[in-house]
């Protein structure tokens, strides 16, 4: 359940600047029985109308608002004192007075002013205005200031409840900076974990390439090899060939010489 708060003193009207707040001064006129209007009315204690004071968290957004509540409650508390002048001045003063007190079984629920009740109407009693007078001004002064303040008190929050929305909202930024943490951490873990996959599946790679590429280097070489011994071997066999031709040759040419020789000397015998 909310406490009762109050309003600081720059918000009230300019004519309870004058006069203190928490203090409170002994009755200097007897209240009548059939005047209850004039009892003196117990104000808060200052302690705790200090500290509700400072129980209330202004919205900035809503000064405008603030502003024209406050000057059209001015404007509002002006005519209404005229008009309370007015009607006490026009009342009979031989109109018979309601002496008589209403029964009721709940308890009457007391007020809190905010301003020296008494005081006022004693100053303006000294102003040189009547009783009634006086008396109507204050509550006429009281009711005004009370809207006043219930239509400030609107745009305002309690301490607890702006705490509680600070909290909360600590809170949710806890756990959204919590949730970052873990999804950061979980998003680098991911990305760590891809990088050494990747390292590896190069590694693995250029392994392998090596691999293919020493073992076709190896096949080239004796596939090299292989076809140098071939033709090393082809030329020794075309070596011999040609060898084996050149000696068929001479021998051939050697044939040939003892025929022509042959034929030479059979022609020698014949002629001689």
């Known amino acids: 359940m909310a406490t009762r708060t109050t309003i600081p003193r720059f918000l009230l009207p300019q004519i309870t600047w004058r006069t203190p707040q928490y203090r409170l001064l002994p009755p200097l006129i007897q209240p009548k029985r059939h005047s209850p209007v004039l009892e003196p009315i117990r104000q808060p204690e200052p302690q705790r109308r200090h500290q509700s004071t400072h129980s209330l968290i202004h919205k900035p957004r809503l000064a405008n608002q603030r502003l ?21 001045s026009t009342r009979s003063p031989l109109a018979p007075q309601n002496n008589k007190r209403n029964f009721s ?6 007020r809190d002013h905010h301003f020296d009740t008494l005081k006022f ?39 607890e409840d702006a705490e509680r929305a600070t909290y909360t909202q600590k809170v949710d930024f806890t756990k959204l900076r919590s949730e970052l943490l873990n999804a950061d951490s979980a998003e680098t873990s991911l990305t760590r974990a891809s990088h050494e996959r990747l390292t590896n599946d190069l590694a693995k790679l250029q392994s392998r390439l090596r691999d293919e590429v020493g073992r076709t280097q190896a096949s080239v070489k004796l596939d090299l090899n292989l076809e140098k011994g071939r033709i090393r071997e082809e030329s020794n066999v075309q070596d011999l060939k040609i060898k084996e031709t050149n000696a068929r040759i001479e021998q051939e040419v050697a044939g040939l010489r003892e025929r022509i020789e042959l034929v030479k000397f059979s022609t020698l015998q014949w002629l001689m």
Not at 69 to 88: D, F, G, K, N, P
Not at 126 to 144: H, I, P, Y
């Open 68 to 88: 024209a509540a406050t000057c059209a409650s001015e404007a509002q508390l002006t005519r209404t004192i005229y008009s309370a002048l007015l009607c006490s």
């Open 105 to 110: 079984a709940s308890p009457v629920h007391q």
């Open 121 to 159: 109407v004693q100053r303006l009693r000294d102003e040189g205005f009547s009783e009634e007078q006086a008396t109507a001004m204050m509550r006429v002064l009281s009711d005004v200031v009370e809207e006043s303040i219930q239509n400030l008190t609107r745009t305002m929050v309690l301490r």
